[in-house]
């Protein structure tokens, strides 16, 4: 689903395009701005992802090719289109590298057209950088024991010290959870625990590989079980099953 922003300083334009994006697939208006600046500072600090922006071109505080330029600064720019009642700019715009450049009125079949194309880009894009991240993480050399994971347009290197812990899902992926978020990765968790295996990382459970340095306080629990309070941690505890009691309890000394 591609999450866009409108900005357009007139109201009525704003909502007409907003309810014709909501007709349409695969695209979810997450926000709307009258202002140029207060785009810019959304996208700067905004915890969400925006995919792409609508951008009117003459607005009464900062026009749309200045807020383009501005935008493109950015560390990781969302796509660009141009929306607006002069065809004058269309140059100006795609020396900006626009994805397109509709004129009002808009047109509902137009808009479809260039949906689909930012789906293709889209599609394009996340494909080559997960393309990247697996052959880091099955190419790194083995001292270095770094993970490539892919989250909101970028690429981020994971150090075994950055990981509290790990767990497997039902459909075999497996969730990072680290100093630096939590994200999913395809590598299986037989596959992650042999990359960690020189590091203080250990199987709790079938589907939880815990770093040990991070390990808190043991909990007793039901059944001569414990679990796992994790330092900086505070979202879950990780279990630890018995069939790993013994060789956890060896492990722990250790530390």
Not at 112 to 129: G, P, R
Request: charged share 30%; glycine share 4%.
């Amino acid at each position: 689903m591609l999450k866009a922003i409108i900005v357009d300083d007139e109201y009525p334009a704003r909502e007409e395009l907003k309810c014709m994006l909501e007709e349409l697939k695969g695209i979810q208006v997450i926000g709307e701005f009258e202002d140029g600046s207060e785009t810019v500072e959304f996208l700067k600090w905004s915890q969400h992802q925006t995919d792409v922006i609508f951008l009117d071109v003459q607005m009464r505080e900062k026009d749309g090719i200045t807020t383009a330029w501005e935008i493109l600064q950015l560390p990781h720019p969302p796509h660009i289109i141009f929306v607006t009642g002069y065809g004058e700019y269309a140059v100006k715009a795609f020396e900006l590298n626009a994805v397109d450049y509709i004129l009002k009125p808009y047109d509902e079949q137009r808009l479809e057209q260039t949906i689909k194309k930012l789906q293709s880009l889209h599609v394009s894009s996340n494909l080559a950088n997960t393309r990247v991240c697996d052959f880091f993480n099955k190419n790194e050399a083995s001292g270095h024991r770094r993970f490539c994971v892919w989250a909101n347009e970028r690429m981020l290197i994971l150090h075994p010290a950055d990981i509290f812990f790990v767990k497997a899902d039902e459909k075999g992926k497996c969730l990072i959870c680290s100093a630096k978020g939590n994200f999913i990765t395809k590598l299986a968790l037989k596959e992650i625990e042999e990359k960690l295996a020189s590091q203080s990382f250990f199987r709790t459970h079938k589907s939880y590989l815990v770093n040990l340095d991070k390990v808190c306080e043991v909990i007793p629990w039901f059944n001569n079980t414990y679990m796992l309070r994790l330092e900086g941690y505070n979202d879950e505890q990780v279990p630890v099953a018995r069939h790993y009691l013994k060789e956890f309890n060896k492990a722990f000394e250790k530390i």
